[in-house]
T-cell receptor
Framework: AQRVTQPEKLLSVFKGAPVELKCNYS??????LFWYVQYSRQRLQLLLR??SRESIKGFTADLNKGETSFHLKKPFAQEEDSAMYYC???????????FGTGTQLKVEL | GAVVSQHPSWVICKSGTSVKIECRSL??????MFWYRQFPKQSLMLMAT?????????EQGVEKDKFLINHASLTLSTLTVTSAHPEDSSFYIC???????????FGAGTRLSVL
């Protein structure tokens, strides 16, 4: 069975500081990895996915199969980045997602 | 992306009653929808896959007779919590999947409080 681990429940950084939200997964095959974000009082929405290999709102994430990681990074945090971030894995077809427990990012001024 | 409407956003009911939650895809024909449950400060747990025109597929440990799912059209899936009890109090979230792109679009969720 697949599993997604986000070790940090809360990450607090100052505005302008680099951000790294950690995500590790366990799956024996080739999964597809996603980051979903939930801003205050809003619904969950897709931030980025590893197959797109694009930067969204300054965030990037690289799939490291050797370390089974998919960490989310941003070089300079902004106040509007404060939100709940969920790493998710899709594997085995059927489009089902397995979510991590989420990391609350708080960007302080 | 797809626009997903979930109704109601909050419901309070007495123990023993049944509650129906609707999930509508407003601009997208969804053959597959998902239902999740989220306890406070915990992650989303997949309950079931809702398939248009066929029976839902439930995850291990989810009682199919307790959580009835109907997906009668390409734009509507319903989750009925039957004979609700206080332990069923939770946040229920649906999603619509764009199958070809493997992307899910989420509803705003329904907070169920069973007294």
């Amino acid at each position: 069975a697949q599993r997604v681990t986000q070790p940090e429940k809360l990450l607090s950084v100052f505005k302008g500081a680099p951000v790294e939200l950690k995500c590790n997964y366990s799956y024996s095959g080739s999964p597809e990895l996603f980051w979903y974000v939930q801003y205050s009082r809003q619904r969950l929405q897709l931030l980025l996915r590893h197959i797109s290999r694009e930067s969204i709102k300054g965030f990037t994430a690289d799939l490291n199969k050797g370390e089974t990681s998919f960490h989310l990074k941003k070089p300079f945090a902004q106040e509007e980045d404060s939100a709940m971030y969920y790493c998710a894995l899709s594997a085995g077809g059927g489009n089902k997602l397995t979510f991590g427990t989420g990391t609350q990012l708080k960007v302080e001024l | 992306g797809a626009v997903v409407s979930q109704h109601p956003s909050w419901v309070i009911c007495k123990s023993g009653t049944s509650v129906k939650i609707e999930c509508r895809s407003l601009d997208f024909q969804a053959t597959t929808m998902f239902w999740y449950r989220q306890f406070p400060k915990q992650s989303l747990m997949l309950m079931a896959t809702s398939n248009e025109g066929s029976k839902a597929t439930y995850e291990q440990g989810v009682e199919k007779d307790k959580f009835l799912i109907n997906h009668a059209s390409l734009t509507l899936s319903t989750l009925t919590v039957t004979s609700a009890h206080p332990e069923d109090s939770s946040f229920y979230i649906c999603s619509v999947t764009e199958t070809a792109k493997n992307i899910q679009y989420f509803g705003a969720g329904t907070r169920l409080s069973v007294l």
